[in-house]
């Protein structure tokens, strides 16, 4: 343990080096405050993490792939308060010329069939993205992390039961399974949200939206719901391969032999062993659910207008299409951004995670030692 | 038994990697010659160095690994090429055909995908000693009887996961020796196997030395192997020869200090020894090579010299050579 | 061979429970159909109350579920389910637009295979230099375009621009149907002119669908036949005096079992991919079709599609693994 920190202070750190410790101390001093004593305690595990951002520092994709990101995470946060227009104020009403007026004319990037500001919507856009990944995840990969590690820890019946029905599920072509629960829910579940008040408003604050496009919601949840039924499966897999081999581990045994409940062993011992590999692969994965759920909306699913959507955008766009181009490019081109930013940091978190190329990152990281100093 | 003719002659070999970590000196100026039918062992710890020596022989060393310098000299009917100078296409035809190899893995020697008897016959059919794999499979039945293989007839259709560890070793060795090499290098060849088939795979070799009348270089780690095998031995430290002399000689009279740590840390077949000594230290890095004798740091009776000049490798009685300033 | 007969009719019996569970959750899809569909299929608002009835009756809404999923199965399996909106048996519909969909699916997969395994074979043996760099990046870039994006913008370049495409209908099948394919029949029968219409009509939005896939292929290809070149019986091959062609065989087959298995899961990538590549080059496939239904209510037909393409999506699997096993004889037992 103490090896490690001092192999810390062997590093020369760079600004950007200096701007994740402070992250990462920013961090553990939230943590710190409401749980006395863990920075004590983790000191080996708060130097790993410098360490982790160390090599990330060095790898040019996996900066690019961090500044994208913290951008989209950023603009998803912010994007709707930046936003100069708001995204259900039509100019069409006020001055019919904004009708699809090109980048330029009135607006920046241009203006949609109701005149809309483009940058707008995709700052608002920004949020609807990030919310509905975020929630996908947060709904698809605990539910398949659970799964997964309760299959993987009895093994036996539980295990043939949880994988037969897992193996249903992944034998849909992704999209395709989405799409027809995307189109059958939101009429059943237009009730829970027309029923359930608070469900209401925590997503019209999550979405940024007025009060008037609670109609719209269920569609929003359903598509979300949909999502998660597709991703689950996928993390259940994971999970499941690598609590097997965990289970066989000493480690475990010797909790089992000193009477621990399963639960506690789960919980305790083995999710925090399999847990890291699983987040770069969330990592790597948050791509692909922004790329999904714009590709949901570009087929007309999820958000209605005018919501603000970025396939929605360009699907309305396509009416007008090659007229309109700037309502495709763009929102396609922003897409593309957020996605290339989550595969780049989800590369390069893998290849830092990864024993050998992590050395070999951690060799340019350290700063050369005068090599009389060892004879 | 030991030959006078030299069938290799090896004169300053060195290897160096080239890593991200820096460059890996791994065999420097390794010199010695292996006599015509003689078992030759080098000997010495995990990364000395020697199984990196065996495969410069051949030019079998992979980027980021390089040749440095050195030649290795192969004596045939009077002809003398210098194996080191041939070109890819020249030195495939020795390997395999003059000069075989058998790895220390039987479990990742053989192609998962192909059946053994497929990679016997390939063994065959690649130096055009069988005009197609089929007719090679006929012959890899009998190849694999001299290799003891139980029901050979059956077994060339079998696929590598379906043998177990010992024979799969023997089918590396039917591979080895399907050609009729003169030279055989056994890169630690019972290492990856159970203490049981050790026995077994060694008494073959040495049969298949004896039928074929090759020449046998044994790499290993284990002074059991070397004192039941060998003729001559040179022991490896740290990518250099340290000591080199006929099998009794190492065991009855080390010169070198580090031969006779090694001796002593592990039971001596040839002599009794009170208790088991670990030599202190561990290998040093061959990226930044202690200076003078690599040996220094490890040594108990090392001088000024020992740390700023390197010692050579000199003849001190007939046909017994020590590195030692000592 | 013996084994591989037993795994396959092992691997065969495994199939059963997995349609099973393809109908269980179609059915959970079908289940979940808004409550009151009837209304809208007899006629929105105005609809008559007996006009409801009938249709409730006939589609069994008001049985217990297992009577549903029973209704539901045998009608999917005999053709009985009628479309509400056209009146034919819905898999009839399907039927229509199911060789536009894998049409299109052959043409993106073709791209994939021609694109991605020579580009990560090259970028394997040439590893480091410039290719590899533009293989990785090629690779990154395919997965995180969006597919309707680069469809648009194609479209711009080709259609708007050169003019060398055209977007409009789908050229007809030719007369003789031997595998319901247009544009394989069309080549079988010398009817060279009509598999040109058809190639010119797929061969952009193939590649569009294809363009992600190819990326992850090349990748894909370049690290397994690494791995497979960096294996110890490679070493042992070269010991053995073998050519470095036949050296390259041997790493091609044993990093074929890896790439089969990416190859497979890209051809339900593709599936996945098709109702986007529909809609924007205006292909009447499975795709574009349930996306109509979506808007029409039509939920049978939703029904019905997914049913298709998990069957499609299976059986590419089955056949995956088959190859699997004819390839690496560990996993026949």
């Known amino acids: 343990m103490q090896e490690v920190e001092q192999l810390g202070e062997e590093y020369q750190r760079s600004i950007l080096d200096r701007i994740s410790d402070s992250f990462i101390e920013f961090l553990v001093s939230i943590i710190s405050a409401v749980r006395k004593g863990w920075r004590e305690k983790n000191r080996s595990r708060i130097a790993e993490w410098k360490l982790m951002f160390y090599a990330l520092n060095r790898s040019p994709p996996g900066v690019i792939g961090l500044f994208l990101v913290t951008i989209f995470v950023f603009l998803g946060i912010f994007g709707p308060y930046f936003a100069p227009y708001k995204y259900n104020y039509f100019p069409i009403f006020d001055n019919g010329d904004t009708y699809l007026s090109p980048p330029g004319q009135f607006f920046l990037l241009g203006a949609d069939h109701f005149g809309r500001d483009l940058v707008s919507l995709l700052l608002q856009g920004a949020r609807t993205s990030l919310v509905i990944s975020v929630i996908v995840i947060l709904m698809g990969v605990p539910l398949g992390i659970l799964l997964g590690l309760v299959a993987g820890y009895f093994g036996g019946k539980i295990d043939e039961l949880i994988m037969r029905v897992t193996d249903m599920f992944l034998a849909f072509p992704p999209l395709i399974l989405a799409i027809a629960f995307a189109a059958v829910l939101p009429e059943r579940i237009s009730y829970l949200i027309n029923n359930y008040i608070y469900l209401q408003q925590i997503l019209l604050w999550l979405f940024a939206l007025d009060a008037r496009e609670a109609g719209n919601l269920s569609r929003l949840l359903a598509v979300m719901i949909a999502m998660a039924i597709v991703w689950w499966p996928g993390y259940a897999r994971i999970t499941r391969g690598s609590t097997l081999t965990e289970r066989e581990s000493l480690y475990v045994e010797s909790a089992k032999a000193i009477g621990l409940s399963s639960a506690k062993i789960m919980a305790k011992h083995i999710l925090p062993n399999i847990i890291g590999p699983i987040l770069v692969y969330v990592t790597l994965d948050f791509g692909s659910v922004v790329l999904t759920e714009a590709g949901l909306s570009f087929l007309g699913l999820g958000a209605t207008p005018p919501i603000a959507d970025w396939g929605r955008i360009v699907y309305d766009g396509s009416q007008f299409f090659p007229k309109a181009w700037w309502l495709i490019i763009f929102p396609g081109a922003i897409v593309l951004f957020d996605v290339l930013g989550w595969n780049l940091l989800g590369d390069s978190l893998r290849d830092v995670l990864d024993p050998k190329l992590r050395r070999s990152i951690e060799f340019k990281v350290k700063r050369k030692k005068p090599k009389e100093e060892r004879r | 038994m030991i030959g006078t003719e030299k069938i290799l002659e090896v004169k300053d070999l060195t290897v160096h990697f080239y890593t991200y970590a820096g460059v890996v000196k791994a065999i420097e100026k390794v010199s010695f010659d292996v006599y015509k039918g003689e078992t030759f062992a080098l000997v010495g710890e995990t990364g000395c160095g020697k199984s990196v020596t065996a495969r410069a022989l051949t030019q079998l060393i992979e980027s980021p690994g390089r040749i440095v310098e050195g030649e290795v000299y192969y004596h045939r009917d009077g002809e003398t090429i210098d194996l080191l100078k041939l070109g890819e296409e020249e030195i495939r035809e020795y390997r395999g055909k003059e000069i075989a190899y058998i790895f220390q893995d039987p479990q990742s020697s053989l192609d998962p995908l192909y059946s053994i008897g497929y990679q016997v016959s390939e063994a065959l059919f690649v130096h055009k000693m069988v005009k197609s794999i089929k007719e090679g499979v006929k012959r890899a039945v009998d190849i694999l009887r001299t290799v003891l293989m139980p029901d050979p007839e059956k077994r060339v259709s079998n696929y590598p996961h379906e043998l177990s560890g010992g024979m799969k070793q023997r089918v590396t060795i039917g591979i080895g020796i399907a050609n009729n090499p003169r030279i055989l290098i056994a890169d630690e060849p019972t290492t990856a196997l159970d203490v049981t088939v050790q026995a077994q795979i060694l008494n073959l070799i040495k049969e298949m030395k004896e039928r074929y009348g090759a020449t046998v270089l044994l790499i290993t780690h284990d002074m059991g192997v070397v004192a039941d095998m060998a003729d001559r031995v040179a022991v490896m430290y740290a990518g250099k020869i340290v000591e080199l002399a006929d099998v009794f000689t190492i065991f009855k009279k080390p010169i070198h200090p580090y031969t006779r740590g090694l001796l002593k840390a592990v039971p001596n077949p040839l002599v009794k020894i009170e208790r088991l000594e670990a030599i202190p230290g561990t290998v040093p890095s061959l990226i930044n090579p202690p200076s003078g004798c690599r040996f220094n740091p490890r040594c108990n009776q090392a001088t000024e010299i020992c740390r700023s000049k390197v010692p050579e490798l000199e003849e001190v009685e007939d046909g017994h050579f020590v590195a030692c300033h000592g | ?333």
Do not use: C
């Not at chain 3, 991605?116 to 480091?128: E, F, H, M, T, Y």
């Not at chain 3, 293989?135 to 309707?148: D, E, K, Q, W, Y």
């Not at chain 3, 599609?305 to 069957?311: D, G, M, P, S």
């Open chain 3, 1 to 333: 061979m013996a084994e591989l007969k037993k795994f396959l009719a092992r691997r065969i019996l495994t199939f059963i429970p997995t349609i099973i569970g393809i109908t269980l959750i179609v059915f959970a899809i079908a289940y979940l159909i808004p409550a009151d569909p009837a209304r809208a299929w007899a006629g929105g608002e105005k609809a008559s109350q007996k006009a409801i009835e009938i249709i409730r009756e006939k589609y069994h809404m008001d049985d217990p579920w297992y009577e549903q999923y029973l209704f539901l199965i045998t009608g999917l399996m005999k053709n009985e389910i009628i479309d509400p909106r056209t009146s034919n048996p819905v898999l009839d519909d399907v039927g229509k637009r199911f060789p536009v969909t894998f049409q299109l699916t052959l043409f993106a997969y073709f791209f994939v295979l021609l694109i991605g395994i020579p580009l990560g074979l090259v970028s394997a043996l040439k590893r480091d230099s410039a290719i590899d760099t533009f293989v990785r990046i090629f690779a990154l870039i395919g997965v995180s375009t969006p597919v309707f994006w680069l469809g648009y913008i194609l479209i711009y370049v080709f259609f708007v621009h050169i003019r060398i495409i055209n977007l409009a209908g789908v050229p007809p099948s030719p007369d003789i149907v031997i595998t319901h394919i247009p544009v394989i029949d069309s080549l079988l029968t010398g009817n060279l002119e009509l598999f040109r219409q058809h190639v010119a009509r797929f061969w952009l939005p193939g590649f569009v669908l294809g363009f992600m896939g190819a990326g992850v292929v090349a990748r894909f290809v370049r690290n397994s036949f690494l791995e497979a070149i960096g294996g110890d019986y490679i070493e042992f091959l070269k010991a053995k005096g073998v050519q470095k062609l036949r050296i390259y065989r041997h790493a091609m087959k044993n990093s074929l079992v890896p790439i089969i298995t990416v190859l497979g899961l890209q051809f339900g990538g593709l599936l996945s991919g098709a109702p986007i590549t529909e809609t924007v080059f205006g292909l009447p496939g499975m795709g574009l079709y349930a996306i109509f239904s979506i808007t029409t209510l039509d939920f049978p037909a939703i029904v019905a599609v997914t049913f298709i393409f998990a069957l499609v999506y299976v059986i590419a699997n089955l056949i995956v693994d088959i190859f699997y096993a004819v390839i690496d004889p560990r996993v026949r037992y």
